[in-house]
Every structure is written in structure tokens, then in C-alpha cells.
């Protein structure tokens, strides 16, 4: 008996992990649309945000399509969608360091287009250290693996290229 193929997709995961990249291969490969969270929070992206009631209402309205594939972390983007995902993948690296190397490889690739400085990519490390430990002014709040967990049930955490090429592979 061949498994249903999902037709609603969130992913979340750590800050460069590849989120965009997976809801862009995914989107190829079932010709379903992807958005990415980003689009909903910024009416100018990385600088303006848009109102927060105002992109709450536009992204539950891709909620309530038929297919989606959503990628992104902004915790009040997307709670509305993990009831009526089909899978939740969540992009995770094993540890700070590599996390850490990808974004300072991703800083000299992309300058200018994701952080302005050395300075803001400095505080990009240094805010995915304190939101994986629960540090400084995130703590309490939580964290997207959190916020998936009353869902585990169609929750698929990826950690590695071999285990996204193989979920890419088993679509």
C-alpha cells in the first residue's frame, strides 16, 4: 500500500538550515506553491515589517487552500497552519558550530542581502545560540520544536543532506 502524499507542508527549523531550499525542491517536485513566512512579516523584506494582525490574516488564508507548502519560524505565522498540516518537517542542525560556520559562509555569499554588517551577523549568532539555549530575552519564550511537539505525531526532524535527500527521494 503506497503512503499519501502530503499535500500541506510546513517546515521550520534552525536560521539556515536550508528551510527555503527543501520548500523549493518539494514545490518542483509536487507542483504545489510554496511561500516563505518572510514574505508575510516584512512588507519590505529584512527591514519593514508589515502589520501583525494584517499578516496573520494573509497567511491563514494559505492555510485554508487545498495545498501549501509554508516554510519559515515566525512563531505567530505558524500556528495557524500546524492543525491542518499534513507533515511538519523540522530542519535541525546537531550542533551551534556548524550552525554557526553555514551562517558565516551564507554572510560573505549573500552581504548586503540578509545582514547589513559584521556587526548583525554577530548578533544573528549570537541570537540562534540564546534561542536554542533559552537565553537573555527569548527565554520563556518557545522555541519552534516546542511549538511543534503537541503535533509529533506528523512531525519529520531532518538533521543531515543524506536524511533530506532521502525524504526528497521518498516523495
Wanted: proline share 2%.
Amino acid at each position: 500500500m503506497k503512503k499519501e502524499t502530503p499535500k500541506k507542508i510546513l517546515i521550520v527549523g534552525d536560521a539556515a538550515r536550508g528551510k527555503s531550499t527543501l520548500a523549493s525542491k518539494i514545490s518542483t517536485k509536487l507542483g504545489i506553491q510554496h511561500y516563505s513566512t518572510d514574505d508575510f512579516y516584512y512588507e519590505v523584506k529584512f527591514s519593514k515589517l508589515r502589520d501583525r494582525q494584517e499578516s496573520i490574516d494573509s497567511i491563514s488564508k494559505v492555510f485554508q487552500n487545498e495545498k501549501w507548502i509554508v516554510e519559515g519560524t515566525t512563531r505567530h505565522l505558524i500556528l495557524a497552519g500546524l492543525d491542518s498540516a499534513d507533515i511538519i518537517i523540522n530542519l535541525r542542525y546537531k550542533n551551534i558550530p556548524t550552525q554557526w560556520l553555514v551562517l558565516i559562509k551564507r554572510y560573505f555569499k549573500r552581504r548586503g542581502e540578509v545582514v547589513e554588517n559584521i556587526g548583525g551577523l554577530l548578533h544573528l549568532m549570537k541570537h540562534v545560540l540564546y534561542k536554542k539555549h533559552h537565553l537573555a530575552h527569548r527565554k520563556g519564550k518557545l522555541t519552534p520544536t516546542e511549538i511543534i511537539e503537541p503535533h509529533k505525531h506528523k512531525v519529520i526532524t531532518l538533521s543531515s543532506f543524506r536524511e533530506i535527500d532521502e525524504f526528497l527521494n521518498s516523495l
